[in-house]
């Protein structure tokens, strides 16, 4: 059962405005990664659904949040289907998220209460989302599509919340273009995810580079 409700997740996408988000097979590794993002001030983090098993990782990770890490909210993504949504739900899954919209996924969540935000690609596919329910919908790929979807969306549509990953950097000026498009929050992982030149994650890096981006995002927002 999710430790936070999808208000409170929301509330916290939105006052982070970072989502970071990685994958690995190794549950030691995930707890060194997540606490290194932790310690560099993130307090919400999703983990790709991208491997076998990956679902049992989540859940030693998510008992590994509860126990040293209270204030993190993990969530999910990556999910395609209703049923493997349920799946890391009963683990604990505090959001979902997928590459696009399925109505399967949105039911499951709805019945839980659980955040879920799919990716679109379209106004039409953005009203479908909210009609679903959805309080963040995501853009991906971000590079492909850009800002100026953002800030055309938000013009007939400023309740809409988007959520771009994807062509998203911690480089001030990659952010500040996002944010001032009208970006609820962004999603990022490879370019957050530091590793060393022997392909190692590098915790000391990205714990760094974490605090660096949120309190780049706010000194933008506050601007």
Not at 44 to 70: I, Q, S
Not at 86 to 112: H, T, W, Y
Not at 115 to 144: D, H, I, M, N, R
Request: glycine share 12%; with cysteine; aromatic share 8%.
């Amino acid at each position: 059962m999710a430790r936070f409700t999808r208000i409170q997740v929301a509330q916290k996408m939105s006052e982070q405005g970072l989502v970071p988000l990685f994958y690995h097979s190794d549950l030691e590794v995930c707890k060194k990664v997540i606490s290194a993002c932790y310690h560099g001030g993130a307090r919400l983090l999703e983990f790709t659904n991208r491997g076998d098993y990956a679902h049992e990782v989540f859940g030693e990770l998510n008992k590994y949040c509860a126990k040293e890490l209270p204030e993190m909210i993990l969530g999910v993504g990556s999910i395609t289907d209703g049923g493997t949504a349920s799946l890391f739900m009963q683990l604990g899954a505090n959001f979902i998220v997928s590459a696009s919209i399925r109505k399967d996924v949105a039911i499951a969540c709805n019945r839980r209460k659980v955040l879920y935000s799919p990716g679109c690609g379209t106004l039409t596919e953005v009203g479908e989302a909210e009609e679903l329910g959805c309080e963040v919908v995501k853009l991906f790929p971000g590079s492909v599509y850009g800002p100026g979807f953002i800030k055309a969306i938000r013009g007939p549509q400023p309740w809409t919340n988007v959520m771009p990953t994807g062509g998203v950097s911690p480089d001030y000026d990659n952010l500040k273009t996002w944010i001032d498009a009208g970006a609820y929050c962004v999603g990022m992982g490879s370019k957050l995810m530091l590793k060393d030149a022997q392909g190692n994650f590098d915790f000391v890096g990205i714990e760094k580079i974490c605090r660096q981006t949120l309190a780049s995002i706010q000194e933008i927002r506050n601007a």
